[in-house]
């Protein structure tokens, strides 16, 4: 039995690992404790935060678990027997108390912390944002730069020291956007626009990838995040500008076919309002965002 134990504890362990190190334990063993963005920083302290509220109760359980196992063991002949015994007052206020308190303080960090670091809330700074418009693709992602004029499929470019505003959404089933080094996990869905925000403290590459399972080519929908320079970023701009293929109505139709790119792809040119596009293809023209059909729900339960 002990041994069945040991080869099963793996599989208790992996999935914990596995989300704490972006999808490849390999190079990074513990990415959300490592975070490279404001964002990312103010997750990581709420998850220490609440792991230690938690231990309050958790760590006297386990110490108490053994102190009475080894107390009343059979052999201890100096062990109260109380046979009898079914009830105290001290033990109950104990047992219901301590829990609630920590309850309440878990809800008042994150009621607090839920508004603070809400999606769609833009990044307080002296910076012009990024905009970036991100679409989910069967097995990829293309994000383009609308400002810009480019884009990228498995590639994503930004200047650190820039918020970044994402629009996301998806042109085949629901998947999940997230950057674990940068925060905030978002989903794309079709017909939908989310927003994120987000901004990278230093330069340096770092790890994006779909949570979400979407089909056959699920494992390798992930992408290279490049935070550069505001200048170095100029450059990729001005150097995309010159040296990718024109991202147009025939083009995109390419990219909705299901595959797995092994490289990405650059494109110099992008058809304006193809996002939009996107958008309305599963909207029947009218497009709306995730936070809109959600004040909308509201409203009409409200009537």
Known sequence: MKKLWIKLLPLFLY???????????????????????????????????????????????????????????????????APKWDNSHAIEAVVWTVPAVI?????????NSTHALTPEKPIASNVKPLVVEAVALDWKWLFIYPEQGVATVNKLVIPAGTPVTFHITSDTVMNSFFIPRLGSQIYAMAGMQTQLNLLANQTGTYRGLNTQFSGEGFASMHFNVNATSAQEFQDW???????????????????????????????????PG????????????????????????LAQAQK
């Not at 404790?33 to 709420?46: C, Q, R, Y």
């Not at 309850?103 to 009621?111: D, H, M, R, S, T």
């Open 15 to 81: 999935p914990g690992l596995g989300f704490a190190c972006e999808g490849d334990c390999t190079k990074s063993p513990w990415t959300l404790l490592d975070p490279k963005g404001p964002i990312a920083t103010d997750e990581k302290h709420l998850i220490l935060t609440a792991l230690g509220l938690m231990l309050i109760v958790v760590i006297p359980v386990i110490v108490m678990t053994f102190a009475f196992a080894w107390k009343y063991r059979a052999s201890n002949k100096d062990a109260t027997y």
């Open 103 to 111: 309850i309440l303080i878990l809800g008042i960090i994150v009621w």
């Open 237 to 271: 701009v001005a150097q995309t500008k010159t040296g990718g293929s024109k991202l147009d109505d025939a083009t995109f139709k390419k990219l909705e076919t299901p595959d797995e790119p092994a490289e990405p792809v650059l494109f110099s040119e992008v058809r």
């Open 274 to 297: 193809l996002f939009q596009s996107i958008l309305q293809k599963f909207s029947g023209g009218h497009e709306m965002s995730a936070s809109h059909e959600t004040h909308v729900r």
